[in-house]
Nanobody, 123 residues
Framework: QVQLVESGGGLVQAGGSLRLSCAAS????????MGWFRQASGKEREFVAG????????WYADSVKGRFTINRDIAENTVYLQMNVLKSEDTAVYFC????????????????WGQGTQVTVSS
């Protein structure tokens, strides 16, 4: 199985940028579909971005399309989420997850989860 550890969260002003990292250990990230989710206070966990095992075209939630980019460094066994033009509604705990399903977008499809990292966007 794989272990996932997120980092890079913090406080940023609206319009700013952050890059989240998800360091994997135990198994290579090319074994899994890798995804980013977020959960705002009082809301359900929602899909943000996904990256296929084969390195195909990533997919994104409509709310972040054009602003967020998911990519991976196989040598570092790490997945990143570059977040630009941040908005107050992006405030949430962000989770990295690994799935065996291609193009997975629902939390139940993901088997392994990190502990999350807080992102707070001030307006």
């Amino acid at each position: 199985q794989v272990q996932l550890v997120e980092s890079g969260g913090g406080l940023v002003q609206a319009g700013g940028s952050l890059r989240l990292s998800c360091a994997a250990s135990g198994r290579t990230i090319t074994t899994y579909t890798m995804g980013w989710f977020r959960q705002a206070s009082g809301k359900e966990r929602e899909f943000v971005a996904g990256h296929t095992r084969s390195g195909g075209t990533p997919w994104y939630a409509d709310s972040v399309k054009g602003r967020f980019t998911i990519n991976r460094d196989i040598a570092e066994n790490t997945v990143y989420l570059q977040m630009n033009v941040l908005k107050s509604e992006d405030t949430a705990v962000y989770f990295c997850a690994a799935a065996y399903n291609d193009y997975a977008v629902y939390p139940y499809q993901y088997t392994y989860w990190g502990q999350g990292t807080q992102v707070t966007v001030s307006s």
